[in-house]
Nanobody, 126 residues
Framework: QVQLVESGGGLVQAGASLRLSCTAS????????IGWFRQAPGKEREFVAT????????DYADAVKGRFTVSRSSAKTTVYLQMNSLKPEDTAMYYC???????????????????WGQGTQVTVSS
């Protein structure tokens, strides 16, 4: 079992930055991929970013490429999502998820993830 806790959300104006954190506890000795997803009211959950256990492989949704950066702490138990140049359309609940996988694996498919956090709200005003 892996427990995930997100933090760092808030209300900001368009163009501002936020850094979300996802801290893992529990069975963190085995390698796991982390994914970030978001869900806006009335919309389906969508993939945002993913990072491998090693931190060397990442992938991003087209909507956030060049603006968001995912990274992993050296201890590997905390994953960050740096969000720059935020837009109103980035407003959503942001979730991190964990999938026990090979050390170099990334995964964009929500259905592949076994563990999910409670989410942190990001609201971007125009």
């Amino acid at each position: 079992q892996v427990q995930l806790v997100e933090s760092g959300g808030g209300l900001v104006q368009a163009g501002a930055s936020l850094r979300l954190s996802c801290t893992a506890s529990g069975r963190t000795d085995a390698s796991y991929t982390i994914g970030w997803f978001r869900q806006a009211p009335g919309k389906e959950r969508e993939f945002v970013a993913t990072i491998s256990w090693t931190g060397g492989q990442t992938d991003y949704a087209d909507a956030v490429k060049g603006r968001f950066t995912v990274s992993r702490s050296s201890a590997k138990t905390t994953v960050y999502l740096q969000m720059n140049s935020l837009k109103p359309e980035d407003t959503a609940m942001y979730y991190c998820a964990a999938d026990h996988a090979a050390a170099w694996a990334v995964n964009t498919r929500a259905e592949s993830y076994d563990y999910w956090g409670q989410g942190t709200q990001v609201t971007v005003s125009s």
